[in-house]
T-cell receptor, first 112, second 116 residues
Framework: SQKIEQNSEALNIQEGKTATLTCNYTNYSPAYLQWYRQDPGRGPVFLLLIRENEKEKRKERLKVTFDTTLKQSLFHITASQPADSATYLCALGNTGGFKTIFGAGTRLFVKA | EAQVTQNPRYLITVTGKKLTVTCSQNMNHEYMSWYRQDPGLGLRQIYYSMNVEVTDKGDVPEGYKVSRKEKRNFPLILESPSPNQTSLYFC???????????????FGPGTRLTVL
């Protein structure tokens, strides 16, 4: 069955460092991948979308890579700040259907 | 302001008592979806709708119903709630881009449901 794996353990980093989060998937051929941020008790908020034919996407301090051979996406936050502390979700979709599959998310803590 | 609204935000009910969670979006999006979120399991899709009168099952549809009579509204119905439906529910909407890819999903604030 289709499966998405994100680091279940929380990621703790120091302010100013780069946070790197991983999203791995199996039994799926996504046409695109999205990253969302979720704060406790709130709905997810969209951050970035990357298509299968794109290797890398950037937005301000955020960078996403997408390797369809490794079936993996990496999400980087450079110069991290305590305000970046949240749970980050990856989601996969394809053009052949209308389902969206989400990972369980990785909790990020940025210490001042 | 572009938004997705859900009501109620919190609900405590008893087993078997029918309930409806409403969802409305003001962005004229064709695509709407319902998710439930449980600790360790992430967001799981319950039902989605591509347009008015077009709905389909997601990964966990058992025990739920939906309808899409108007483009802006997509209510979630629990005909006979059970304790295993205790969860945090999110409604979302999106627009399809060229090439069949879905743009960002806009999520509602969530409905925390407890079934006793």
């Amino acid at each position: 069955s289709q499966k998405i794996e994100q680091n279940s353990e929380a990621l703790n980093i120091q302010e100013g460092k780069t946070a790197t989060l991983t999203c791995n998937y199996t039994n799926y051929s996504p046409a695109y991948l999205q990253w969302y941020r979720q704060d406790p008790g709130r709905g997810p908020v969209f951050l970035l979308l990357i298509r299968e034919n794109e290797k890398e996407k950037r937005k301000e301090r955020l960078k996403v890579t997408f390797d369809t051979t490794l079936k993996q996406s990496l999400f980087h936050i450079t110069a991290s700040q305590p305000a970046d502390s949240a749970t980050y979700l990856c989601a996969l979709g394809n053009t052949g259907g209308f389902k969206t599959i989400f990972g369980a998310g990785t909790r990020l803590f940025v210490k001042a | 302001e572009a938004q997705v609204t859900q009501n109620p935000r919190y609900l405590i009910t008893v087993t078997g008592k029918k309930l409806t969670v409403t969802c409305s979006q003001n962005m004229n999006h064709e695509y709407m979806s319902w998710y439930r979120q449980d600790p360790g399991l992430g967001l799981r899709q319950i039902y989605y709708s591509m347009n008015v009168e077009v709905t389909d099952k997601g990964d966990v549809p058992e025990g739920y119903k939906v309808s899409r009579k108007e483009k802006r509204n997509f209510p979630l119905i629990l005909e006979s709630p059970s304790p295993n439906q205790t969860s945090l529910y999110f409604c979302a909407s999106s627009q399809r881009l060229a090439g069949g890819i879905f743009n960002e999903q806009f999520f509602g604030p969530g409905t925390r449901l407890t079934v006793l």
